[in-house]
């Protein structure tokens, strides 16, 4: 049985002493999870990075998850395949909910093209009581692959790069996302600005 099949048994799930409440109270900063999703070359990253030094020069305390950095090590066993692709957002998930729990903004940059798997991943954070804000990166094929700057669009349409999304694998677009950004019209500082004062008026931050 592989590791993404196996079901774990004899466990008990130990709650802390500390409240999700308390901590929020303590800490004086709320958790939840920025969910970026979007083509490769949508611009989601440099975003999401951006986003990050932003908040935490504002003193409020967050981290990015990228979905290149996570396959380095937590889900490097993990390939390209529907099934291997929906397991990467499966554990994704659950780390950014741990991290939403501890009172930290989470801001994940994955591709995460099936919509199912973006709607377990909302689900998740809603059953735990926690904010799920997904932003979408949106840019036309054509423009993702004029920018292409790891060369991956060149590489797919040669046929080096297999189940590539957006030319021989699917990308269901986000039908009501919180955010929708068009990265081709919009500036880094400005799509940070929309990001920063949906947070403010739906007072998560």
């Known amino acids: 049985m592989s590791s993404s ?68 090590g937590l889900n490097k066993n993990l390939g390209f395949s529907p099934e ?16 939403a729990d501890s009172s930290a903004i989470a801001i994940t940059s994955f591709i995460s093209p099936y919509r199912s798997d973006r709607d377990s991943a909302r689900k998740l954070h809603q059953d735990a009581g926690i904010p799920f804000v997904e932003v979408f990166a949106d840019v036309p094929v054509s423009v993702a692959e004029e920018r292409d700057p790891k060369g991956l669009y060149k590489k797919a349409r040669a046929g080096e790069i297999k189940e590539f999304t957006g030319i021989s694998a699917p990308y269901e677009a986000p039908e009501s996302p919180e955010i929708h ?14 990001i920063f004062a949906y947070l403010v008026a739906n007072q998560l931050i």
């Open 5 to 72: 099949t196996a079901i774990s048994t004899n466990i008990t799930w130990h709650a802390g002493d500390v409240s999700r409440n308390e901590r929020v109270q303590l800490l004086k900063q709320k958790g939840l999870t920025i969910w970026f999703t979007g083509l490769s070359a949508s611009g989601k990253s440099t975003i999401a990075s951006a986003l990050e030094q932003h908040l935490l020069h504002k003193g409020i305390n967050a981290y990015r998850l990228d979905g290149d950095n996570i396959r380095f």
């Open 84 to 99: 291997d692709r929906t397991e990467n957002i499966r554990r994704i998930s659950e780390v950014s909910k741990l991290f």
């Open 181 to 194: 950004i068009r990265t081709d019209q919009k500036s880094i500082a400005e799509a940070v600005e929309q």
